[in-house]
């Protein structure tokens, strides 16, 4: 959709937070079959957060947007609905929102997951929008918050190197001005599911002693066939999302691409024509952070002062589903 000189929503503060330990490529050398060269020259990660024991989705959650509230100078009795993107939730239910809902001590208002692979933070921010130029709600707490190293087999060299844990938050509403959500573009091609999936735990195979024992609960991907996907979709996504909100690719000021792969960011950076120093990197201290990737970025951008009115932001993500989305919005 495109709403060039219609109503926008914009986002009014920004909020992450990522747990103190640190896990380095040194240290996954002792523990699979890994180096970090490999990890670096095939992925870009040097580092990345692993939660304390005692610490839950929720409590990422919990202290990303209460920075994020402080950040649009609110108070948690000020939002409308509050929106969790995650693949990590504290429990199957009640959802990580409802319990991010409690942890805030914010009114009784709707609170909600939403699952959309690494894209579920753009599916999320895509949603609010629309329920506030409904007129459903005035203001939105949107959350991408994920501890993918609670579904990772440790034993998996192709899958233990890459993700960490963290969470981002932003809070929209309805902007007076020139800036705001531009336009947005999101699909969806559930035939590749397999390709990305955690096997088991659900209502198709149920948790047992044997699915324990196989792993089955941890996250399996075909990283090649991602891969490719990924650098195919989130180049189309970014041109159409663009293209609908009729900025030309060196308006861009900032490329905020899900964080997977040091590769996959340089190639969608390459596709779309956008130079490097304008594609905002953090994969090398936080790895992949699933849906928290894209509002943790916005908000290092944000907090270092580097987000300036009016500059054009382009947000592409890519993930499990397979799903992939883009929002271009004015600061
Ligand atoms: N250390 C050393 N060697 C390794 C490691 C490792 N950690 N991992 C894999 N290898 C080996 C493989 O075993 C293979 O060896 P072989 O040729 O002897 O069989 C070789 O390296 C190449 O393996 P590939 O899988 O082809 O490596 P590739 O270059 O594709 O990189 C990677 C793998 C990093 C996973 C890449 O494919 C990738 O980033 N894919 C996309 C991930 C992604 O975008 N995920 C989506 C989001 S996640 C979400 O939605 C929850």
């Known amino acids: 959709m495109t709403k060039k000189s219609e109503r926008k929503v914009k986002i009014i503060g920004t909020g992450m937070y990522v747990p103190d330990k640190v896990l380095t490529n040194a240290d996954l050398e002792k523990m699979v079959d890994t180096t970090d060269e490999w990890i670096v020259t095939r992925t870009g990660i040097r580092e990345r957060r692993i939660a304390a024991k005692d610490q839950a989705t929720s409590d ?69 929008e629309g329920l506030i130029l409904g007129g459903v709600v005035r203001r939105a707490l949107v959350v991408g918050a994920e501890m993918l190293t609670r579904i990772t087999n440790w034993e998996d060299r ?59 609960h941890t996250l399996h991907m075909k990283g090649n066939e991602v891969f490719k996907h990924a650098v195919k979709r989130m180049a189309e996504a970014g041109e159409e999302v663009l293209k609908r909100a009729g900025v030309k690719k060196d308006a861009v000021d900032w490329l905020i691409p899900h964080q997977a792969n040091m590769r996959i960011i340089e190639a969608t950076g390459e596709r779309l ?58 600061w």
């Open 60 to 128: 990422l959650a919990l202290l990303a947007s209460r920075r994020a509230l402080k950040s649009a100078r609110l108070e948690p009795q000020d939002i409308d609905v509050i929106i969790v993107a995650t693949h990590t939730p504290d429990h199957y239910f009640p959802a990580t929102a409802c319990l991010l809902q409690a942890g805030l001590k914010a009114g009784l208002i709707p609170a909600f997951d939403l699952v959309g692979g690494c894209t579920g933070f753009l599916y999320a921010l895509i949603v609010a």
């Open 158 to 216: 192709n899958t233990c190197v890459l993700f960490g844990d963290g969470a981002g938050a932003v809070v929209l509403e309805e902007s007076k001005d020139e800036s705001g959500m531009l336009s947005h573009f999101w699909q969806a091609d559930g035939n590749l599911g397999p390709l990305l999936i955690l096997p088991a735990g659900g209502s198709k195979v149920p948790a047992c002693h044997d699915t324990v024992a196989k792993r089955q």
């Open 273 to 330: 024509g956008i130079p490097r120093e304008k594609v905002y990197v953090n994969i090398h201290r936080f790895g992949n952070v699933s849906v928290a990737c894209i509002p943790m970025a916005l908000d290092e951008l944000n907090q270092a002062g580097n987000l300036k009115k009016g500059n054009i932001v382009l947000l592409d993500a890519f993930g499990a589903g397979f799903t992939w989305a883009a929002v271009a919005l004015r």
